[in-house]
């Protein structure tokens, strides 16, 4: 399985992006996918995940502003965010919890 993350970018306070990931591989739809994120200077956490039956669950730091979903005929993981904050500046790294298996990672900065 091969995760190709998308949808980073450059928002102000307040605004929305929506992340992509892109599994290759059937393996998909038999895993839970998550989201992580990594600031500078800080360690990795955990941001979101999605089982295959669609329970979700969320950090903390972001339960009622990110949503996660999953389409399973097009293997694509996605996460909603809105009300961004600059705290949640970092790049979002696309995860596969079987393995596990780690995208490359896009960048999201929140900056006026």
């Known amino acids: 399985v091969q995760l190709q993350a998308s949808g980073g970018g450059l928002v102000q306070p307040g605004g929305s992006l929506r992340l992509s990931c892109v599994a290759s591989?059937?393996?998909?739809?038999?895993?839970?996918m998550g989201w992580y994120r990594q600031a500078p200077g800080n360690q990795r956490e955990f941001v979101a995940s999605i089982a295959i039956d669609d329970t979700t669950k969320y950090a903390e730091s972001v339960e009622g502003r990110f949503t996660i979903s999953r389409d399973n005929a097009k293997s694509t993981v996605n996460l909603q965010m809105n009300g961004l904050k600059p705290d949640d500046t970092a790049v979002y790294y696309c995860?596969?919890?079987?393995?596990?298996?780690w995208g490359q990672g896009t960048q999201v900065t929140v900056s006026s």
């Open positions: 591989g059937s393996i998909f739809r038999f895993n839970t």
């Open positions: 995860v596969s919890f079987v393995g596990p298996i």
